[in-house]
């Protein structure tokens, strides 16, 4: 039996703003994975780490370049290809091993989300579903005052 594949929208920064499904199931979760650039630091983690639990593994995807430029082969497109099929390769070789792996993402899974990377990858083999999360646009507008309705 295989793992499932869940996309995971963290909302806006604050992990209050988080749906009560997505900290449920980061908590849950046997695999935690989550992007960052090569200084290490991310974002969605330090949103997620409250509901972080002793024993989960942890899958940093780290990708090779942001903005510089790269003497891939391929030039940035190809080395951000390699990446991602590189991590699709460690994110199945959890779900094979029948682990349920959630991918963190800030704001919403599928709004300029990496995620939606690893779903085009591994959802015709894997069972996946997308949490939605708030997006930054969304929170922006609420941020501002209450509503002149």
């Known amino acids: 039996?295989?793992?499932?594949?869940?996309?995971?929208?963290?909302?806006p920064g604050d992990p209050e703003l988080m749906t009560v499904k997505a900290a449920?199931?980061?908590g849950a979760a046997d695999v935690i994975a989550f992007h960052s650039a090569r200084h290490g630091r991310s974002i969605a983690r330090?949103?997620?780490?409250?509901?972080?639990?002793?024993?989960?593994?942890?899958?940093?995807?780290?990708?090779?370049?942001?903005?510089?430029?790269?003497?891939?082969?391929?030039?940035?497109?190809?080395?951000?290809?390699?990446?991602?099929?590189?991590?699709?390769?460690?994110?199945?070789?959890?779900?094979?091993?029948?682990?349920?792996?959630?991918?963190?993402?800030?704001?919403?899974?599928?709004?300029?989300?990496s995620y939606m990377h690893m779903h085009k990858r591994l959802a015709d083999r894997y069972e996946c579903e997308v949490v939605p999360g708030v997006t930054s646009v969304s929170a922006a507008r609420r941020s501002t005052g209450p509503s002149a309705v």
């Open 1 to 11: 039996m295989t793992g499932r594949l869940w996309g995971v929208g963290l909302g």
């Open 46 to 113: 330090s949103v997620a780490a409250p509901y972080l639990r002793d024993g989960q593994l942890e899958e940093h995807l780290i990708y090779p370049l942001t903005t510089e430029t790269t003497d891939h082969p391929g030039g940035y497109q190809g080395a951000m290809d390699d990446f991602y099929a590189d991590c699709a390769a460690r994110l199945a070789a959890h779900l094979d091993a029948g682990r349920d792996v959630v991918v963190l993402a800030e704001g919403d899974p599928l709004f300029y989300g």
């Open 24 to 26: 449920r199931l980061i």
